[in-house]
């Protein structure tokens, strides 16, 4: 095989490798700064009562609903064990060092973040995220 052969072959080759890696199942896994799983409430909880001090972080655990499609930099988190559902936006674009991978919508997750914003458009700002 000549030099450039060689060549095109391993930029194909790492190519590929890259999409598979873009297409991952979404599985389990740690994102941002470490989450006391034990520590987390139901979203229901957290909605149910708001008083948490904004600058204090919050850590709750819902499903994950509906994930930003192009770069992974947003999410929804609900929770739907409750007589209504409640559903609220997680923004990954304030400061976290993390995105989350395509395929986990559905997935349980704890997170923690601060709460930011007002209803009707109250969201969580994260900062770590467990995926299970």
Known sequence: MSP???LRSAAIAAALAAIASGCS??????Y????????????????????????????????IGT?????GCWFTLR???????????V????GAAFTVPAGVEGKRAVL???LVGERPDLG???VGLVVR
């Open 67 to 71: 994930v930003c499609r192009s770069a």
């Open 124 to 126: 969580i700002r994260a």
């Open 25 to 30: 199942d979404g599985g389990p896994g740690a």
């Open 91 to 94: 923004d990954l674009k304030g």
């Open 79 to 89: 929770d739907l064990t409750g007589e209504e559902p409640v559903e609220i936006l």
């Open 4 to 6: 450039a052969a060689a």
């Open 112 to 114: 923690a973040g601060r």
């Open 32 to 63: 941002g700064e470490p989450v006391d799983e034990a520590a987390a409430i139901p979203l229901k909880d957290l909605m149910a009562d708001l008083s948490a001090n904004r600058e204090e972080l919050v850590t709750v655990s819902g499903t």
